[in-house]
């Protein structure tokens, strides 16, 4: 049977994941599963798995199911959990890391996500601002699947109706924010 998860290189995959989650269960260790945190959770009822349950996972090293499942996608990064956990864990930094691990090994699952976070950037890069209109032309491309923008197109048509979205063509931008991507890389390679 195909594994729910493939990452973009071919061997190793596992062992580069199971590297990538072990700080993030270091931190995890003091969990004592009092489920505080998904209680606080305002993303908890969308989620496969609660918080609690995806810490219970890392902690038992179930590394599969963790990239399996789209709890950790759907943080929206209110920190609720991080503020209100009684063992004071960073629980925010450790759904950013495994959003980090997903995109870095091309987790298969999450390769959709990981296209439109990145189309965003690219947009706001480039002008400053998301431009939604080219934004989704960067996000159609990246994924090389033309039933993807059929499927948007009718509301891509109304909300061009309502004027919620312009016409804008994608254009290079004036590459202000630059600078500051390319600081922001630097300190990411660093860490
Ligand atoms: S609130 Fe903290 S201690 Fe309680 S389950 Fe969540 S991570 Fe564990
Ligand atoms: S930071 Fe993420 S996991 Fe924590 S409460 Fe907010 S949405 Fe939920």
Known sequence: MKPAFEAGRPHGASKNLEERL???????????QCGTCSGSCPNAWAMDFSPRHLWRLLLTRNGEE?????????????????????????????????????????????????????SFMESVRRHGRVREMEFMTLYFLSMKNPAIPLR????????????????????????????????????????
């Open 22 to 32: 072990e700080p993030v269960r270091k931190m995890l260790l003091p969990c004592m």
């Open 66 to 118: 963790i990239f399996k499942s789209r709890t950790f996608v759907l943080c929206s990064t209110c920190y609720s959990c991080t503020l209100r956990c009684p063992r004071g864990l960073p629980l925010t930094d450790a759904m950013s890391m495994l959003k980090q691990a997903a995109a870095a090994e091309n987790v298969r699952m999450h390769r959709r996500s990981v296209g439109f976070y990145k």
């Open 152 to 191: 948007f197109t009718p509301l891509g048509m109304r909300l061009m109706a309502k004027r919620k979205v312009s016409f804008e063509i994608p254009s290079r931008g004036m590459g202000r924010l630059d600078a500051f991507f390319r600081k922001a890389k630097a300190v990411e390679d660093q860490s």
